[in-house]
């Protein structure tokens, strides 16, 4: 039944993107443009008030019309039933933003001329919990804190940096965020779960310093269910900010150490390793990441940890579904039919050539290299792929002549989220008139490499691997995380659990 009156339009409430047909908010007369006021007499903040009041049988919308009018209608459902509405945002009242001046802030090292949405600094509790993206809890209310207790938002993600109350307030360029260890204590004895995160800036938060922080967050274990340590991220365009410097490789072999020691206590005392070190640590420290074992259920993934031990298991496990056509004198041997160029960042280059050796090495007649692209963009010291730009790889495809007749491999996390864009702006197509290639953008993991390429040399995935089941690459491994930068996840960028954009994708 639908109710009506005219009122004054207003801009609170939840803007409808889109109704799905045949639900029932179709059925009401729903459609995108329209404005959700309420639920059954109570506003609605953000989607999960939606969520909560939308599982209730019977529901009573007020909704504000494209026209100004206002609806009231009702709705009898099952419970749990979806009515069909999608909204433009999962925040009605728009973003909780960042009360921080984070002295290794990622945004704050931007380049002007980028898409609006990167300068948005978001330290919304709500983002943590849908999405996991690490808030610094500065900004935090008590009614806040009493929300995500009564609801259970769990689990949350927190940017600690320290514990020391001096140190954080240094780090963040906030004199109250010296509290944090009280607000973790209020989370934790309310049951809420968390994982922390500890962007390494050399000389001010590593060291001792370091080893408290740890000491102290273990104290609230098991509801802090883990720690993530990741070095901090630097771009050329630092004129007037804090001086920084980006870890030495002594510095990386020294963290190392220091969180496979705090780890293996852990697993002493919890049965758990509960803090990890960011697999860029172990590539500029020049070594092995552990075995999956010593990740338990990789909870710091996009976070950077964890994922290079996941790419070399799923080579593994490709290695073991394959052994090399070339090797045992397979048809085709010497002949190069098909070149592909595949794209990566300059920090994991060798593990992607030994995916590429692999996979060439596998399909007679393929071509397959792999070029590293220099980062001009943001600088030297930015090496992951995720923050590549459309005109370096450009710039570095030209260069050194590339060939394309089988196309260039692009990994996904270079590119905005949902759509073929990258950091600057620069599209695929843009990339395909440049070099006169086609363009496939893949995921990052072996399996989406080898697949790409039996599809290119006209072979079925089975047929390659002399008839065994396929691995699927979109379940067997995964690829490189995306990084956040402010309000968008730009390929390493436009992510999850980064606070104010820090970056640790890795390949």
């Known amino acids: 039944m639908t109710r009506m009156k005219t009122a004054a339009k207003t801009g609170r409430g939840a803007r409808v993107a889109a109704i799905k047909p045949g639900s029932a908010a179709s059925e009401a007369g729903l459609e995108g443009g329209d404005i959700v006021l309420g639920i059954n007499g109570s506003p609605i903040a953000d989607i999960i ?22 609806w009231v209608i009702d709705i009898d459902k099952d419970y749990d039933e979806d009515i069909g509405i999608e909204f433009e945002s999962v925040t009605f009242d728009g973003i909780k933003t960042c009360r921080n001046r984070c002295i290794f802030c990622f945004i704050d090292q931007l380049p002007g001329g980028l898409r609006e949405s990167l300068y948005v600094k978001d330290d919304d509790y709500r983002l943590s919990f849908l999405y996991g993206n690490f808030i610094t809890l500065t900004n935090m209310a008590h009614a806040d804190l009493e929300r995500i207790a009564r609801m259970k938002l769990s689990p949350l993600y927190i940017s600690v940096h320290a514990t020391l109350p001096e140190i954080r307030a240094r780090l963040l360029g906030n004199r109250n965020a010296g509290r944090v260890m009280d607000q973790i204590g209020w989370l934790a004895g309310s049951g809420i779960e968390m994982h922390i995160q500890v962007v390494l800036c050399p000389g001010l938060n590593d060291g001792r310093v370091l080893d408290t ?85 990789f909870p710091q993934l996009e976070n950077g940890i964890g994922l290079i031990r996941l790419f070399r298991d799923e080579l593994d496990k490709l290695r073991g579904l394959q052994a090399p056509t070339r090797a045992r004198g397979g048809r085709g041997q010497g002949r190069i039919s098909r070149s592909i160029s595949v794209v990566t960042g300059i920090l994991a280059q060798d593990i992607i050539k030994e995916a590429a050796s692999f996979v060439e090495e596998s399909l007679p007649g393929l071509s397959l290299r792999v070029y590293p692209v220099r980062n001009r963009f943001f600088g030297d010291t930015i090496s992951v792929a995720g923050l590549v730009t459309g005109r ?38 843009d990339i395909e008139a440049a070099l006169h290639g086609p363009v496939h953008v893949i995921e990052p993991t072996p399996g989406a490499l080898f697949k790409l390429a039996c599809e290119i040399m006209g072979e079925r995935v089975s047929d390659a691997r002399s008839g065994r089941p396929e691995l699927d690459p979109a379940t067997a491994g995964h690829g490189e995380r995306r990084v956040k930068i402010g309000g968008e996840y730009a390929g390493c960028s436009d992510s999850g659990k980064t606070q104010c954009g820090e970056i640790y994708a890795i390949q």
């Open 49 to 70: 008030d939606y969520r909560f009041l939308e599982t209730d049988t019977h529901l009573e919308l007020e909704v504000m019309k494209k026209d100004g009018e206002l």
């Open 213 to 297: 922080t740890i000491s102290d967050l273990a104290g609230f274990w098991p509801r802090v269910k883990s720690i993530g340590v990741v070095p901090v991220g630097l771009t050329r365009y630092r004129d007037g900010l804090h001086p920084l410097r980006p870890v030495t490789k002594l510095e990386a072999q020294a963290v190392v150490d220091q969180i496979e020691g705090w780890a293996a206590e852990f697993r002493r005392r919890f049965g758990y390793s509960f803090c990890f070190a960011a697999d860029e640590f172990y590539l500029m420290a020049g070594r092995e990441v552990p075995d999956a074992s010593a990740y338990e259920d």
């Open 392 to 429: 370096d790889v450009i710039e570095t495809l030209s260069a050194q002549g590339a060939p394309t007749t089988g196309g260039i491999a692009i990994p996904s996390v270079m590119l905005k989220a949902g759509e073929n864009v990258f950091l600057d702006g620069m599209s695929t197509g």
